[in-house]
T-cell receptor, first 115, second 112 residues
Framework: DAKTTQPPSMDCAEGRAANLPCNHS???????VYWYRQIHSQGPQYIIH???NNETNEMASLIITEDRKSSTLILPHATLRDTAVYYC????????????????FGQGTILTVHP | NAGVTQTPKFRVLKTGQSMTLLCAQD?????MYWYRQDPGMGLRLIHY???????AKGEVPDGYNVSRLKKQNFLLGLESAAPSQTSVYFC???????????FGPGTRLLVL
C-alpha cells in the first residue's frame, strides 16, 4: 500500500470548514483513498473513501486531485465533537494474501476544533 | 443494530494469567480483525478471519490465539499474559467485497 503524508496537527474554528490534506504521491491505479478518524479513547470511525472521483456523504466530502497524488477531506461545518485524529489511508481494494484486509494507520492529523 | 461490540471494556491481569476478549458484530460481515494500538505505533493487525471457522495471522500474532466458531463472534485469547501485551485492543469487521472496516469501542488491557 502507498505511503501517505499528513500534517501532524491543524486547528479549526467551530462552524467553519475543516480541510485536511493528504499526500499520496506513490498511489497506484487500483488503490483507494480512505479516511478514518479516532476520537479520544474510542475506536476508529470510517468517514469516507474514493478512487478517482470526488465523493460526498453525510459526514464529509473527499476531493481527489486529477493525478490522484493528493486528496483533501472536508468537514463542511466543524463542531467541537469533530476534534479527533484523522487518518488518511491508501490501500488496494479486495487485497489478498498476507495483506488481506489490513489497514495501515500512520500518525494522522490531530484536528482541534475551537469554540 | 449495535454494530461491533467488545467485552470487557477494561481488564487488569497479572503476568502469566490468561483471558479471552470477545468481539461480536451484528452486521453479518464475513471478515473480522483484531488490532492492538500502542502509543506512537498506530494500529497493528494481530489476527484476522475471512469467514466462520477460518483464522489467519496478521503482523503481530505472537502470544495471541483466535477463534471464529460463529460468524458473528471473533475471540482473542492470551494464554499467558505479559506486560508487553498492555495495550488497547480493537476489533473490526467488514463485508466480503468492500474493504471498509467498522471498529468496536476497544478493550483496555493492563498487564502487571
Amino acid at each position: 500500500d502507498a505511503k501517505t503524508t499528513q500534517p501532524p496537527s491543524m486547528d479549526c474554528a467551530e462552524g467553519r470548514a475543516a480541510n485536511l490534506p493528504c499526500n499520496h504521491s506513490t498511489i497506484s491505479g487500483n488503490e483507494y483513498v480512505y479516511w478514518y478518524r479516532q476520537i479520544h479513547s474510542q475506536g476508529p470511525q470510517y468517514i469516507i473513501h474514493g478512487l478517482k472521483n470526488n465523493e460526498t456523504n453525510e459526514m464529509a466530502s473527499l476531493i481527489i486531485t486529477e493525478d490522484r497524488k493528493s486528496s483533501t477531506l472536508i468537514l463542511p461545518h466543524a463542531t467541537l465533537r469533530d476534534t479527533a485524529v484523522y487518518y488518511c489511508i491508501v490501500r488496494v481494494a479486495n487485497a489478498g494474501g498476507t495483506s488481506y484486509g489490513k489497514l495501515t494507520f500512520g500518525q494522522g492529523t490531530i484536528l482541534t476544533v475551537h469554540p | 443494530n449495535a454494530g461491533v461490540t467488545q467485552t470487557p471494556k477494561f481488564r487488569v491481569l497479572k503476568t502469566g494469567q490468561s483471558m479471552t476478549l470477545l468481539c461480536a458484530q451484528d452486521m453479518n460481515h464475513e471478515y473480522m480483525y483484531w488490532y492492538r494500538q500502542d502509543p506512537g505505533m498506530g494500529l497493528r493487525l494481530i489476527h484476522y478471519s475471512v469467514g466462520e471457522g477460518t483464522t489467519a495471522k496478521g503482523e503481530v500474532p505472537d502470544g495471541y490465539n483466535v477463534s471464529r466458531l460463529k460468524k458473528q463472534n471473533f475471540l482473542l485469547g492470551l494464554e499467558s499474559a505479559a506486560p508487553s501485551q498492555t495495550s488497547v485492543y480493537f476489533c473490526a469487521s467488514s463485508v466480503g467485497h468492500e474493504e471498509t472496516q467498522y471498529f468496536g469501542p476497544g478493550t483496555r488491557l493492563l498487564v502487571l
